[in-house]
């Protein structure tokens, strides 16, 4: 762990979450050959695309942007493993690359964040580790005339989930961070999983989780409400819970408060730099978004902020600049002390 407890730093202020890892990657013409480095040359498969390779086939590159979103203010960046399980993998043939992507791509940014804890030894920068929601889903078929089918059991997203997990922690994150979860059936196994290698490790990792609202009904893809969401994973202590993705941050903004107003945990969020338009392209400029986040601020109901899809450094700089000017949520469970 590291040695700042961030539960206590998080009592002292708000702190910033990095930007969109995707959306920087985009920012270098990388070619098929790059994905590939001298390693893969001879892999059968097409890897132009699996942006978690690059942290074994480029990890400078990697390594620039944690440390752009770090000079940006960030105090937390996240790992460069959303599709790091063997499940994400099997698209590119790569499952048994699984633990060392996890573990190579958490050293790295804990060499980035330790870079900056140097130069500045008052203020702590944590490494999360990315735990994305797999390209399956356990609680629904995809196959629409076969609604009992599953792509997935959950005994198989435990296994796969474990080696992500046991890589991260044994790279040195600071914390786990299940995001973007759209089934939480998904997120359970992943939960169980962290439970059984924090046992074994006798780790006390800090937990984050983070849901995705998919539309304007304000649920979860497989039908949950905020309330539901927040419920079904209330066995698990966790640090922090919250949303991201999906939305842009005005859009999110009604399902954070909810969320906010019942949850005793800090509370966590990192929307997408708006909606996305017609090609697919996030439009909404640094200062717009700080603008609709600081909506959040002064109802004073997060914790932790950041951006998802289609942030930069310099959304995270502005977010990070006027969040200093607001005293972080209280939670439920420290109001009654």
């Known amino acids: ?86 499940i994400g993998m099997a698209d590119y043939q790569m499952e048994d690359l699984a633990y060392e992507l996890n573990f190579e791509s958490a050293k790295i940014a804990k060499e980035v964040a330790l870079e900056f804890v140097k130069t500045t030894p008052n203020q702590p920068r944590y490494v999360a580790g990315s735990i994305g929601p797999t390209n399956r889903t356990a609680s629904m078929s995809p196959d629409v005339n076969d609604p009992g089918f599953r792509a997935i059991t959950f005994d198989a997203l435990v296994t796969s989930y474990r080696e992500q997990v046991e890589g991260l922690i044994d790279g040195g994150a600071d914390l786990l961070l299940v995001e973007t979860i759209f089934d939480t059936l998904n997120a359970k196994a992943a939960l169980f999983a962290i439970e059984e290698v924090k046992k074994e490790k006798e780790s006390l990792i800090p937990i984050m989780i983070s849901g995705t609202i998919t539309d304007a009904s304000g649920r979860t893809l497989s039908g949950q409400t905020v309330e539901a969401f927040r419920i079904s994973l209330s066995h698990i202590p ?3 819970i919250g949303f991201n993705c999906a939305l842009g941050a005005d859009q999110l903004l009604p399902y954070v408060k909810r969320l906010s107003n019942q949850s005793d945990q800090f509370i966590s969020a990192h929307p997408n730099a708006g909606l996305p338009n017609a090609f697919g392209e996030y439009d909404q400029s640094p200062e717009q978004m ?47 002390e």
């Open 238 to 240: 966790v640090l922090s």
């Open 290 to 336: 700080r603008d609709l986040i600081e909506e959040y601020l002064k109802q004073n109901v997060v914790n932790i902020l950041g951006g998802c899809c289609g942030t930069t450094p310099e959304h995270i700089r502005l977010i990070a600049e006027v969040a200093k000017k607001y005293s972080p949520r209280i939670p439920n469970m420290d109001k009654h």
């Open 1 to 86: 762990m590291h040695e700042f407890d961030i539960a206590k730093q998080l009592k002292k202020r708000i702190l910033v979450l990095d930007g969109a890892m995707g959306t920087m990657i985009q920012q270098h013409p990388l070619e098929e050959a790059d994905f590939r480095s001298s390693r893969f040359q001879n892999h059968p498969s097409p890897l132009k695309g699996n942006n978690d390779l690059l942290s074994i086939t480029q990890p400078n590159i990697i390594k620039s942007i944690h440390r752009a979103y770090f000079e940006a203010g960030a105090d937390i960046v996240e790992t460069n493993t959303f599709s790091s399980t063997s």
